[in-house]
C-alpha cells in the first residue's frame, strides 16, 4: 500500500511539473505577442550555402581573373623578379583578362565575353544543399506546387530530403568566398552597421504555436539597428517602416506546431556596398521559421531571385544608386564590379553563365528560358516595436504611442 501511494505521488508531482514547464513554455512564447500582435527586427541573415568538398567540386575552386593570368605563359613569374614586378605585372595581365574582343569590360557586359572555362560550379546531380522544398512548403499551405519550370537536377538535404530549391548554390558553391563562413556571405555587417535592415510583424495570431490564419508583413527598416554595448542588436527596440512601397509587404500564412509557413509574395529588401545603394529581390518568396519561447524568430526566407537584376546588383553592380537615388558614379561601379571578382574568386562571365544555367524559376513566355534562380538565406529575428511613421532613421524623432503605429 506504501508502494503504491508513493508510486501516485510520483506520478502526480510529475504530471504537475509536466504542466508547469509547459504552461511555462506557452506563455514564453506568446511574450513577443500583443492582442495578437508581434514585431521582429532582422539580427542576423545570411545566404543558404554549403561548404565545398570534394564530391561537390571536383575540379576544385573557380579562379578570378589574376589566378587565370598566371596560368599562362605570359603570367608565370619570372627568374629573378621582384615580389613588386611581379604584382604590378599580375594586375595589368587581369585587366586584359578583363577586356572582352570588343574592348568591354566584362563585368559590365559579362555576355560579351562569353562563358569562362575557369569557373566551377556544383553540378553532381544529387548535391548535398541548405535550405527548405519550396514545393512541400505550398503543399503545407494547401497550395499546388508549381509547374516544373526548367528541367534542373534536385538538390539533397543533408537529412536526404529530395527537393531543395537552391539552385544559387551551384552556381556559386565552387567559389571560395561562397562558402557557409566566406567573405561573401558576412553581408549583415552593412546591415549592424546601420545601412540597411528588415523587419517582420505578424498579425491576428491567436494561437503562437498552431493558428491557421495570420498575416504577415515584411519591410525595409528605415532606421539603424540598435546595438549593445558588445555590438549585439537590442531586443524590443523601435524601428519605423521605410516608407517606399517598394520594401513594404504583405502576406498570409499560419502557423504549425510553432512554425511559421508563409504564402508566396514579392520581397525587396536594401543592400548597400561601396556607398552604393542596391537592392535584393526575391520573386514568390516565402518564410518557413520557428517561434522560439524567448520570443525569436529563425528559419529561412527563400524565393526566386531574377537573374539580370541578381547580376546587375549583387556583381555588376550597374544599379547601384547615390544617397539621392541617382545612378552611381561609373568608375565606382566598375572598380567594386572588378574589384569584388578579384577578392572574391570569380569572374564576372563566370557567374553571369552560371547563373544562367541554372535559372530554374519564372520562363519567358515567349522563349521559355528560365529568368529566374531559386535562391535562399538563413535568418534570426529578434523583438522589436515596429512603427508605421515617417522618420529620418533616428528612432528618438519618433513620438512613441501618439503616432498611431503599431507598437
Known amino acids: 500500500m506504501v508502494t503504491v501511494m508513493t508510486k501516485t505521488r510520483s506520478f ?3 504530471a504537475l511539473f509536466a504542466v508547469s514547464v509547459a504552461t511555462e513554455s506557452a506563455a514564453a512564447a506568446t511574450g513577443a505577442f500583443d492582442h495578437g500582435h508581434a514585431g521582429f527586427v532582422f539580427s542576423d541573415i545570411r545566404f543558404a550555402l554549403t561548404d565545398a568538398q570534394q564530391a561537390q567540386c571536383p575540379h576544385g ?5 589574376e589566378q587565370i593570368f598566371a596560368k599562362t605563359p605570359e603570367g608565370r613569374r619570372r627568374r629573378g623578379e621582384s615580389d613588386k614586378d611581379y604584382a604590378e605585372r599580375l594586375n595589368a595581365g587581369a585587366a586584359k583578362v578583363s577586356t572582352a574582343a570588343n574592348g568591354d569590360n566584362t563585368c559590365a557586359n559579362p555576355a560579351a565575353a562569353g562563358p569562362d572555362p575557369y569557373a566551377q560550379t556544383v553540378d553532381a546531380p544529387d548535391a548535398i544543399a541548405e535550405g527548405i522544398d519550396i514545393d512541400a512548403h505550398l503543399k503545407m499551405l494547401g497550395i499546388a506546387p508549381r509547374p516544373q519550370a526548367c528541367p534542373h537536377d534536385e538538390l539533397l538535404g543533408a537529412d536526404g ?4 530549391d537552391n539552385q544559387f548554390y551551384r552556381a556559386v558553391g565552387c567559389t571560395h568566398a561562397f562558402q557557409s563562413g566566406g567573405p561573401a556571405n558576412s553581408f549583415a555587417t552593412e546591415m549592424l552597421t546601420g545601412s540597411w535592415g528588415i523587419l517582420l510583424t505578424l498579425d491576428g495570431v491567436d494561437d503562437p504555436v498552431n493558428d491557421d490564419a495570420v498575416e504577415v508583413g515584411i519591410y525595409a527598416n528605415a532606421d539603424p539597428i540598435m546595438l549593445s554595448a558588445d555590438r549585439k542588436p537590442l531586443d524590443f527596440a523601435t524601428y519605423a517602416i521605410d516608407q517606399n512601397p517598394a520594401f513594404r509587404t504583405k502576406t498570409t500564412g499560419i502557423i504549425k506546431d510553432g512554425k511559421l509557413y508563409t504564402k508566396p509574395v514579392d520581397v525587396r529588401i ?3 556596398v561601396n556607398g552604393m545603394h542596391l537592392e535584393r529581390y526575391l520573386r514568390d518568396a516565402v518564410i518557413e521559421a520557428t517561434l522560439s519561447p524567448d520570443g525569436e524568430v529563425s528559419g529561412v526566407l527563400a524565393g526566386y531571385a531574377p537573374v539580370s537584376t541578381l547580376y546587375d546588383n549583387k556583381f555588376g553592380y550597374s544599379a547601384g544608386k547615390d544617397g539621392a537615388g541617382q545612378p552611381a558614379n561609373p568608375r565606382l561601379i566598375l572598380g567594386t564590379a572588378n574589384g569584388a571578382a578579384r577578392v572574391l574568386g570569380y569572374t564576372c562571365p563566370g ?12 520562363p519567358d513566355p515567349k522563349t521559355g528560358e528560365c529568368t529566374s534562380i531559386s535562391m535562399q538565406f538563413f535568418f534570426k529575428a529578434i523583438p522589436a516595436f515596429v512603427v508605421d511613421v515617417k522618420t529620418r532613421s533616428t528612432n528618438d524623432r519618433i513620438e512613441k504611442g501618439s503616432n498611431g503605429g503599431r507598437r
Open 161 to 164: 530530403r529530395r527537393g531543395i
Open 12 to 14: 502526480a508531482l510529475f
Open 351 to 362: 557567374i553571369y553563365y552560371a547563373l544562367k544555367h541554372f535559372a530554374d524559376g519564372h
Open 270 to 272: 536594401h543592400d548597400v
Open 61 to 65: 575552386l573557380s579562379l578570378n581573373v
